[in-house]
């Protein structure tokens, strides 16, 4: 395991933590599906895919060390895929590091909003997620 996928590793994480620790309290049954997400997205990013293989080059000079061997990997994108081609030859234009970013958000809007829809389903099954469309009764 190289330093870029422990860096991955340990964003994924700081992530799920963030998501699982907010001010209202989440079930065991969610949090295990969020580990299982993040543990998917972590396996996505960071498996070895065949562009390199399909594009017969590696990552051009002038990339910073984490996008350099990232370059063929990553989801939703890898930085190879907004990265200028010009003379049959890839061209760094600066944004290649913000797909990473980009996949980060991903992962964080996906387990909150699993969290937030876990949660509110989990509060309906037990009566608290909406009003009561019973009548009240009146006191007098």
Request: charged content about 15%.
């Amino acid at each position: 395991m190289s330093m870029t996928d422990i860096v991955i590793t340990a964003f994924a994480v700081v992530i799920l933590v963030g998501v699982t620790r907010t001010s209202r309290p989440t079930r065991p049954g969610i949090v295990v599906l969020l580990v299982l997400l993040t543990g998917g997205w972590i396996w996505a990013n960071l498996r070895t895919t065949g562009w390199r293989g399909i594009w017969g080059e590696g990552a051009p000079d002038g990339l910073d060390p984490v996008t350099k061997s990232m370059f063929w990997r990553g989801w939703p994108l890898a930085p190879f895929m907004i990265c200028l081609i010009h003379g049959n030859r890839f061209r760094p234009n600066g944004a290649e590091g913000l797909v990473l970013v980009v996949n980060l958000l991903v992962l964080f809007v996906v387990l909150a909003l699993v969290a937030f829809v876990g949660g509110r389903w989990t509060d309906r099954g037990q009566g608290k997620g909406s009003p009561s469309i019973e009548p009240k009764e009146e006191s007098r």
